[in-house]
């Protein structure tokens, strides 16, 4: 074998947590390795994750909307067809473009990239096995682990991808289901959900909890969004649990129980979608060799400068605490390589927003009413419904609302919550908001340029300090 190559940093995952702490890394003039064994950079988000599942989302949207949101614009379309392998292109091309975007800035910032399975043999030793075929092993200084996560199988159901699929699977699918059923009323569930049933699936939604959105979608949120998604078809059954399921004959026949009296009921489908959660993945990764241990979730231990109890071992992104989030893994990577150069770095754990991208959207940052009310923190609310907003009555878009949710004494802003047209860009202004530790009459003593739908976010503010104008 050939001698270990020296390098000042290798990474272990080339996904975002992965991929962007190694163009960090090389900014700042480190010898840098990422190795990542899927053949494309990017990881779960790029590849299979956010960027297909949003291409799907607005292309799903858009035929949708010819459907069934244009006569009463004054649009009359002739024949209207799906063409569902043009869609699955369509979304291929935005992801190629963009994993090869990925391969160019690590060119440009002289990222070394190694295509191949990465294994702790020591310390400071990994071992590659290589995607063309031979191995390679990197000695460093630094090692971050940044190898993501999968998604949770429900017992009993063997994934295939093709009738009991992932989301890898419903980002992928030939065809149009006839009937659809969602296990899981999350975050996955909902995007993937919305998008075949915009298609023609007839989706129903089962979720084990009162109220669907995942953790974190504030209670009214989540309320007014369910009777959103209900009325562009798709069916819910909460309080739910899912016992046990047979893929053994044509379809997928799954066996229901309501939380409450116990009553049972049989649910068939074409295609079952898991949607459950996602879990940590360190699959071969050799820890046992150096003797790194995850907790009972399967997330790497780490303090809080992301570094194992092998200090030159750090971990970041899905693999270790916190939301499985692209842009939390982002910020991590960033903060990550500072803290190896400089001895500082910064993420607030508090503005990391979350994002569904149904239509509307639904948005938030910081805390909802009821994590609030396990703490004892004394609030107020303030909101404003976008049928008040001038800009979404001009669109006829008018559902949904803005909530801020403030401290009672000291008007702090604690949390902003929004279902409504265009609420993941908009999210962003209260995520600045609360980074800058803004009050909500700071919010609404700014300006907001008129018409926009960012008037009903000012407004949702001058309602939690005193009184809205429009509403
Ligand atoms: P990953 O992206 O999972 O990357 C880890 C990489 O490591 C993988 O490419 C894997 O192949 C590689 N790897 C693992 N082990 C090894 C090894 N031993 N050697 C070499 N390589 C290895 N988040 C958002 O913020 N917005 C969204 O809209 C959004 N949509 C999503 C939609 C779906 C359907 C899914 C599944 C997820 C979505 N997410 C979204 C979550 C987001 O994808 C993740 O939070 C993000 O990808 C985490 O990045 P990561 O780098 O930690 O892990
Ligand atoms: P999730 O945690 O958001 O939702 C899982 C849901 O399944 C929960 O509501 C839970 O109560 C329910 N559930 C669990 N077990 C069940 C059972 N046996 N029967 C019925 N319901 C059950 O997880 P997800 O939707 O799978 O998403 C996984 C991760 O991917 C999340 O962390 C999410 O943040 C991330 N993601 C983010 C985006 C985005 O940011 N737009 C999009 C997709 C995925």
Redesign the pocket.
Known sequence: ATEASEHDLVIIGGGVAGYVAAIKAGQEGMKVACIEKRGALGGTCLNV??IP?KSLLNNSHLYHQILHDTKKRGIDVGDVKLNLKQMMAAKNTSVEGLTKGVEFLFKKNKVEYIKGTGAFVGENEVKVNLVDGGEQTLRAKNIIIATGSE?TP?PGLTIDEKKVIT?TGAIALESVPKKMVV???????L?MGSVWSRLGSEVTV????GQIG??GMDAEISKTTKKILEKQGMKFKLN???LEGDASGEGVRLKVEAAKGGKQETLDADVVLV????RPYTAGLGLENIGLEVDNKGRLIIDEQYRTKLPHIRVIGDCTFG???AHKAEEEAVACIEYITKGYGHVNYNAIP????THPEVAWVGQNEAELKEQGIKYKTGSFPFSANSRAKTNLETEGMVKFVADAETDRILGIHIVGPNAGEMIAEGVLALEYGASSEDVGRTSHAHPTLAEAFKEAAMSTYGKAIHY
């Open positions: 994750g956010c599942s998604a429900f989301s296990i899981g009323g999350g975050i996955i569930g995007e089962v979720e084990f909890l995942g953790p739910t649990k899912v949607a459950i959660g996602r939301p499985m989030l979350s994002v569904m991208y």
